[in-house]
């Protein structure tokens, strides 16, 4: 049975990966903003289906269709925050949250009312091929989610550290009152940054339908495993949400397969919990400290 | 007792000794039938919508033929979202307000098993798509399955991949409901009974995206058949990683899934030639022989909204389809005034009828409501083409 061990790392890693991007995604929302966005999961799965429409209902080379669906996703996540969320931003958390909540079930909806019936399966833009590494399998997919989460992670990486936006972005994070007394446009940022959250959930979509089905609901589970993710790697810890992605997909992976496959739905609720209670930060967030 | 009391007495009395007639049936009036047609219009489960529409497709060609003893079908749609509690405001609002005869389609097991009481505690009929056996068995007044339920679908899975020779070794993968059972049971039961042994249980549950461990586990528990008590997408998440870790085995999905839906979720079909089977309902292939005319039927009959987005109409239009024909054929033989109670006799007698789609011939008796019993398997033969199979190995002609 361990000779499966380096297969299921493996596979895990590939699948944390997209976990990874997911949280990514919610984390760049949160550390902009610090609202959690509990409808990220249906703008994962309507980035996936504005590619199938504009690759197969438009007939538009894949490239093409994803570059319009992130864009398309961009607007509607820039929208979401102006028209929707800043009008109510003065009020309490809860209410911003539920507000995304409500948008993630309208979109579905929205999916639901076109392509409830039917699920959708997507061709990939490239041959499915299998490689073979002694005995662990490794299929193009694995190959392509990890690559583009790791190009991914770099350019934010690069992003947040090195240039101006990402002064800008860590400084508006740290303090909203701080960042408006220096000249910056608070809300307009909050927007970008809804607008790029959503834009790398399309982006996950994509990936996500590459090795699965359409449904509209899609972005449930979705939700769940980048939430786990986020919080596992620490809220608002890019690095984190990436090592807690990838730490949740092999757990799955090696809790399935060694104990029960039962565990593997619950994965997503059971290590956040564990580590919680030992590590309230998360693994790789920093303890906060208020002073009064 | 005062006048009053003995005068309303009186009438009531009066009431009751008149025979049933057509003006006395809910949902039976001199010109028209009206039905009840209860699915998940929204919600994740819409997947299954197909199972209302094949039916309401026949209903306006028997209309469009004029009807049924001068009775024409008049349809209320009620959505359920395949969820128990809107199901039974559903059915309420179906029998209490809008007063239909009886309750057709309704694919989902939970919600059928949940409106059952109030079905047969007012004395509406039912004949439903969903799967879960405990509906019609034991038979109860009124309910009736014309289509294959769990323990056939079951049976006809684990039989089909018992048939092959040297088979014996069989594993599971199912999600955790009581749906995924209904289907895997009655398979573990035959397996068993047939000398057979379930080497693993695994569990894929709704909304999963990889299915690693499952694969890997059938795979290190040498099945040489696997039993995919799954969902269409779960479905092709399992098959996907078959192939991803070249597990040898053959698998038999259960009718939550399309088998033409699937097929489409693999542009390179091969490793699913003689491996991937389902259950399959029909005398025919889908659009083919004597299921031409249901075909046009649906094409001429649905609209744009109730058709597939692309493609023909696919496995569940035509699996619905078979309550409207019973339901249409119980009208006939109970007369031009039809009743609820002679409706449900007529329905009692139907015997080795044949309903032009499916693979069995109907045969109800009083103690009898599921009037099917024989399944068909469909796969895809060593040449790659949709092929029917009596048993494995035993390919139905194909007819045009």
């Known amino acids: 049975m361990l000779t499966l061990l380096p297969q299921l790392v493996v596979s895990g890693t590939s699948t944390g990966m997209l976990y990874a991007l997911i949280a990514l995604s919610m984390t760049v929302v949160y550390r902009a903003t610090t609202v959690v966005n509990f409808g990220h999961g249906d703008m994962v799965a309507a980035g996936a289906y504005a590619v199938f429409v504009f690759s197969l209902g438009f007939g538009l080379p894949f490239l093409i269709a ?3 669906a992130i864009a ?49 399966n997507p061709s990939r833009p490239y041959p499915q091929d299998v490689y073979m590494f002694g005995t662990v399998v490794v299929t193009t997919d694995d190959v392509v989610i990890c690559g583009f989460v790791l190009v991914l992670l770099a350019a934010l990486f690069v992003l947040l550290q090195v240039t101006p936006l990402g002064k800008v972005i860590q400084a508006t994070f740290q303090s909203q009152r701080g960042a408006a007394l220096v000249g910056i446009n608070v809300p307009l940022f909050h927007a970008l940054m809804w607008g790029g959250g959503a834009a790398l959930g399309a982006l996950g979509g994509v990936m ?3 090795i699965t089905p359409l449904t509209p609901d899609l972005g449930q589970w979705t939700l769940v495993q980048g939430f786990a993710a986020m919080t596992l790697g620490g809220f608002g810890s890019l690095g984190g949400a990436v090592a807690g992605g990838i730490l949740l997909g092999i757990t799955e992976k090696l809790l399935g397969f060694y104990v029960n496959t039962v565990f593997i739905e619950i994965t997503g609720y059971l290590v956040p919990i564990i580590v919680l209670m030992l590590r309230p930060q998360g693994l790789f967030g920093r303890r906060m400290t208020v002073r009064v | 007792m005062d006048i009053r009391q003995a005068i309303f007495a009186a009438i009531a009395m009066a009431g009751l000794a008149i025979p049933a007639s057509a003006d006395s049936t809910q949902g039976i009036s001199d010109t028209t039938i009206t039905i009840g047609n209860m699915g998940p219009f929204s919600g994740p489960q819409s997947t299954f919508t197909p199972l209302n529409y094949g039916p309401e497709a026949y209903l306006r060609y028997i209309n469009d033929q004029g009807g ?11 959505d359920d979202s395949c969820n128990e509690a809107k199901g039974i405001a559903a059915a309420k609002k179906l029998i209490y307000e809008d007063k239909v005869f009886m309750i057709m389609a309704n694919p989902c097991s939970g919600v059928a098993m949940a409106i059952k009481p109030m ?25 009736f399955h014309s289509t294959y339920t769990g323990i056939e679908s079951g049976r006809a899975m684990a039989a089909f991949a018992m048939g092959k020779p040297g088979t014996t070794k069989v594993a599971l993968a199912m999600h955790s409901d009581d749906w995924a059972h209904g289907y895997c049971d009655p398979a573990v039961d035959y397996v068993k009974s047939h000398g057979g042994e379930i080497v693993a ?6 909304g999963a995206t990889d299915g690693t461990a499952q694969a890997l586990q059938i795979k290190t528990s040498g099945a040489q058949a696997v039993m995919g008590c799954l969902y269409q997408p779960e479905l092709v998440v399992l098959l996907r990683e078959l192939q991803k870790y070249q597990v040898d085995t053959i698998v038999l999905g ?19 030639k003689q491996r991937f089977f389902q259950p399959y309902q029909f005398k025919a292939k889908l659009g083919t022989g004597p299921l031409k005319k249901f075909h046009d039927i649906f094409v001429k009959y649905l609209t744009k909204d109730e058709l597939p987005k692309a493609g023909e109409p696919t496995n569940f239009y035509y699996f619905g389809v078979p309550a409207a024909i019973v339901t249409v054929e119980a009208f006939r033989r109970a007369g031009p005034n039809p009743t609820r109670e002679g409706w449900e006799k007529a329905m009692e007698s139907l015997k080795d009828f044949d309903t032009g789609v499916l693979a069995d011939n109907e045969t109800f008796g009083p103690d009898k409501h599921v009037g099917v019993e024989k399944m068909y398997a469909v796969g895809l033969n060593t040449q790659g083409q949709e092929t029917v199979y009596k048993a494995w190995g035993d390919a139905l002609p194909d007819t045009e």
């Open chain 2, 254 to 272: 259960a009718l939550g899934a399309d088998f033409n839906q699937v097929l489409g979720a693999f542009p390179n079909r091969d490793y699913l």
């Open chain 1, 208 to 210: 996500l339908s590459m």
């Open chain 1, 66 to 68: 994803m570059l319009l």
């Open chain 2, 119 to 143: 079905l047969v505690q007012e004395g509406v009929p039912w004949i439903g798509a969903s799967a879960n056996p405990k509906i019609s068995r034991p038979a109860s007044p009124g309910i």
């Open chain 2, 68 to 78: 049924v003893n001068g009775h024409k079908f008049k349809t209320v749609f009620a």
């Open chain 1, 72 to 120: 398309v996703l961009f607007v509607a996540g820039f929208a979401t925050q102006h028209f929707l969320l800043q009008p109510i931003v003065a009020g309490p958390h809860l209410s911003l949250a539920m507000m995304a909540l409500a948008v993630g079930y309208t979109l579905r909806g929205m999916l639901r009312l076109e392509w409830g019936n039917e699920t959708m």
């Open chain 2, 201 to 206: 249980t695994t569990a894929l549950e709704h």
